[in-house]
């Protein structure tokens, strides 16, 4: 699976942005699809993951009510949603699959199995 991410840009303090995933190959809905983001100088950290079929959703505290995530997988795309966004959302954001082993979804950039190049969201004060 090949992943390329796209959508991010500069917004103000509350405003919005949409970033697209488009992957590549047969097994994409096969997979979970989760966005990450790193600030800098900071570690990577989890933003939200979304189930191989759309049905289920995990987002981090800390956007919990202002993100959206969805996938079309008939499109290869997944999508984040960013609303009332906040000067500390800055950083690179990355979309990554993941293969589900379990019920419980995976979290950590080294449970990743493929990623895509990031791309930049910057929210200015």
């Known amino acids: 699976v090949q992943l390329q991410a796209s959508g991010g840009g500069l917004v103000q303090d509350g405003g919005s942005l949409r970033l697209s995933c488009a992957g590549s190959?047969?097994?994409?809905?096969?997979?979970?699809l989760e966005w990450f983001r790193q600030a800098p100088g900071k570690e990577r950290e989890f933003v939200v993951a979304?189930?191989?079929?759309?049905?289920?959703?995990y987002y981090a505290d800390s956007v919990k009510g202002r993100f959206t995530i969805s996938r079309d997988n008939a499109k290869n795309t997944v999508y984040l949603q960013m609303n009332s966004l906040k000067p500390e959302d800055t950083a690179v954001y990355y979309c990554a699959a993941a293969w589900r082993y379990g019920s419980n979804w995976s979290t950590r950039p080294t449970d990743m199995d493929y990623w895509g190049k990031g791309t930049q969201v910057t929210v200015s004060s």
């Open positions: 190959g047969r097994t994409f809905s096969s997979y979970d």
């Open positions: 979304i189930s191989r079929n759309g049905g289920s959703t």
